[in-house]
């Protein structure tokens, strides 16, 4: 089938020409009017003199950038494992899911604002408070993916399962779990994203190292430079997560349809 072959490189590119054209566009406008305007650098740098910041201090935004990937990824496995095994509990448990729906969502409406210091004066500026904030931020979107997808599967194979004597765990395995995997990837691209502005925001809060502390620190020197120069590094670290995602879905997604044409 052709729908399941792999695009071409080039033509990902000639789609993203229209994205990177904005980018770069954006870039030099707001270059040209740095220069011209003689605005005050301690106001708004220059990209060239962002770009000339990560040069400077690249070992000082590698080294913290190494904390914030590490709370991040903890995080978020985290995260993923509580999603998923709250899924398939509540998949299982009808009268669960509607006992413990309303609290989920509760937890969603808690400013992060609020519950960042809490989290740091309960737990100190370890790795744990992050952890639990990066969980917090990101395992809804996960759980809901997850549900979502359960209740996407076709009844009718539901139906014809149970009619050939297969057990519920049978069919959860069979058909709704392969079922979710779309709406799991959804949720895994969008928490991703939200996890490394969790991470950077408890390190903003408290920590000894990460890119939330070069961009405290930036801030109470006076370096906007500095602080833009932590943000591109963030922005690309999330970037560079959202394609790794992206492209575990489609490995996932060609070995399921290599295993199912064998």
């Known amino acids: 089938m052709s729908q399941g072959r792999p695009r071409p490189a080039g033509g990902r590119l000639v789609r993203g020409l229209p994205a990177l054209a904005s980018v770069a566009g954006a870039i030099l406008l707001w270059e040209i009017y740095v220069r011209l305007s003689g605005i005050s650098p301690l106001v708004l740098p220059a990209p060239s ?3 000339e910041q990560m040069g400077v201090n690249r070992a000082l935004l590698w080294e913290n950038t190494l904390p914030t990937l590490s709370a991040t990824l903890t995080g978020f ?9 709250l899924s398939v509990a509540l998949d299982f448990l009808p009268k ?7 609290i989920f969502v509760v937890s969603q409406t808690l400013p992060l604002v609020a519950i960042a210091p809490l989290a740091v004066l309960w737990f100190g500026f370890g790795l744990t408070p992050k952890i639990l904030l990066v969980a917090l931020v990101t ?22 399962m149970r009619s050939m004597g297969a057990s519920r765990w049978k069919v959860f395995r069979a058909a709704r ?7 799991f990837f959804a949720g895994l ?10 991470a950077i925001f408890s390190e903003y809060v408290g920590a000894r190292a990460g890119l939330g502390i070069v961009i405290l620190n930036a801030k109470n020197s ?8 932590a943000v591109v590094v963030s922005s690309t670290l999330t970037l560079v997560l959202f394609g790794v995602s992206a492209l575990l879905q489609r490995a996932l997604l060609r ?6 044409t064998r």
């Open 77 to 85: 496995a985290f995260s993923v494992s509580i999603a998923f095994a």
């Open 222 to 229: 006076f370096r906007p430079d500095l602080m833009l120069a």
């Open 96 to 102: 669960l899911r509607r006992a413990l729906f309303p």
């Open 189 to 198: 691209r969008i928490s991703i994203t939200y996890a490394v502005v969790a």
């Open 177 to 183: 779990f392969p079922s979710a995997m779309p709406y």
């Open 255 to 260: 070995w399921r349809e290599a295993g199912q």
């Open 139 to 160: 395992f809804f979107p996960m759980l809901v993916a997850l549900v979502d997808g359960y209740e996407s599967t076709d009844p009718e194979i539901e139906t014809l």
């Open 49 to 51: 003199r962002v770009i």
